[in-house]
């Protein structure tokens, strides 16, 4: 039986857990397990998840570190542990504020078969979605992609999407190396997939889907003075795997 397991970051998300909604999701989806990552908050974060946890234990995970690791640290110590303890068939991760709601990323999964071996959502501003995005930030996020996409080579339109999925097989690859960048490393994820499979068949095994929905939240934990260091990092991926 094909099993889900989502793993999500928690940076200081106390305000921002929305208990119920990740509750109703685990008691009527008993095929998915959710593994919390609590990544050094400072706030309420940890009890929040420990309380959902104890109420459903058997598809509530978690794991918390003291210092705060980046939500790339974060993301890859709960998809290896994760790998590790449960084996699930396909993993993903979202945004611990469900920008992406759990339904959405599980319906995403679902395009996961023997020639796609990893698929994402993508904020596409169209009609019969409900794209929910600050003036700004879609514009800045519009031009950072661009950026991103001739780095790449690639014709993706947004690889910042919180959610993400993956086959085991293929997470087992990606996710066993840190990455660069605490922030862009869902560039690197890009590279990595073109570096394991090649680039002709690699962009084969990728599958961009468009958001039903996706609501700007606020409070990000990216700074803005990080767009300085942004292009910085961007760099130091693009030559590290410049032969790909």
Request: glycine content about 4%; overall charge positive.
């Amino acid at each position: 039986m094909q099993s889900n397991l989502i793993v999500i970051p928690c940076y200081n998300e106390s305000r921002r857990l929305d208990v119920a909604s990740y509750i109703n999701f685990v008691n009527t989806n008993k095929n998915v397990v959710l593994c919390f990552v609590n990544d050094g908050s400072s706030d309420g974060t940890l009890d929040t998840i420990t309380s959902m946890a104890n109420q459903n234990p058997q598809q509530i995970k978690f794991l918390t570190y003291e210092k705060n690791v980046g939500k790339a640290g974060a993301v890859q110590k709960g998809i290896l542990y994760s790998l590790d303890k449960f084996n699930p068939t396909y993993i993903s991760y979202i945004d611990a504020d469900l920008s992406v709601s759990l339904e959405e990323c599980i319906s995403i999964s679902q395009y996961l078969d023997d020639k796609i071996h990893f698929c994402f959502g993508s904020r596409i501003l169209r009609l019969g979605s409900d794209i929910q995005r600050k003036r700004y930030r879609f514009l800045i996020g519009r031009f950072v992609a661009t950026m991103i996409s001739i780095a790449l080579d690639l014709r993706v339109y947004d690889t910042q999407c919180g959610c993400k999925c993956f086959n085991n097989k293929l997470a087992k690859e990606i996710f066993h190396e840190e990455f660069i960048s605490k922030w862009l490393f869902d560039v690197e994820i890009f590279f990595r997939i073109l570096k394991i499979y090649g680039r002709q068949a690699g962009t084969k095994t990728m599958y961009e889907v468009p958001l039903k929905s996706w609501i700007d939240k606020g409070d990000s934990k990216v700074k803005m003075s990080y767009c300085f260091k942004l292009f910085i990092d961007l760099y130091s991926i693009k030559n590290k795997y410049r032969n790909v």
